[in-house]
């Protein structure tokens, strides 16, 4: 898991997440803290899992760059519940309320949740990504 808690609740619910991962996934778990952004496709490329915990109601790219990879991801962010809500379940688990998230992990661990891999890339590719942004701005001045 990638990224730090910095102060205050967010620290203590860093560490109450840590406490409550059961023995037998403990040593499959690792907690990185913080990466450089240059690190990062070393990271993804290596990763069965990436977790998107973020109060910005706005789109965030570490929901995007996981999916464009086929990885799946747990996320809290308001702007991807409106915004993926169609894949809820197939891939992109969304959490109602980050107390939510160690429920959703176990179970993603566990492998109760079947996806298809490229629906997450194709996603990315059709809806967000830089060649079809360019062409919706373009698009807005013609």
Sequence with gaps: IVGDALAGNDVEYLNAIKQ??????KNNIIFTGSISFEK???????IDLAINISDTGS???T???PMAMGI??????????Q???????????LLDTKEDLKDKLNSVIAKECDFDR???????????????LAKKIVSEFE
């Design 20 to 25: 409550s991962i059961s023995n037998e996934y």
């Design 40 to 46: 990062l496709p070393t990271i993804y490329k290596d």
């Design 59 to 61: 789109l965030d790219k």
């Design 63 to 65: 929901i995007i760059e």
């Design 72 to 81: 799946p991801i747990i996320t809290s962010n308001d702007s991807a519940k």
């Design 83 to 93: 915004i993926f809500h169609h894949l809820d379940g197939k891939g992109i688990y």
């Design 118 to 132: 490229t629906e997450l890339r194709d996603e990315v590719v059709q809806n967000h990504s830089l060649d079809n």
